[in-house]
C-alpha cells in the first residue's frame, strides 16, 4: 500500500495506528473497514446529508 500511495511504509503504518486508535478504521491483514459518521463529518465541513 505505500508503494501504492508513494510514501514510506513507517509513515504509512504511524498514520493508520492513530486511525486504529481513534476508531475511524479497522483492519486485519489485508482487509480494511472505515468507521465514519457521514452526517458528523459533513456537518463540521458545512454541508448536510440527505438521504
Known sequence: MA?????DRSALSKE????????????????FSLH????????SAGGSFTR
Open 16 to 31: 493508520l495506528g492513530k486511525l486504529l486508535h481513534e476508531g475511524i478504521i479497522d483492519f486485519e491483514k489485508n482487509r
Open 36 to 43: 465514519i459518521n457521514a452526517d458528523k463529518y459533513l456537518e
Open 3 to 7: 508503494n501504492y500511495l508513494n510514501t
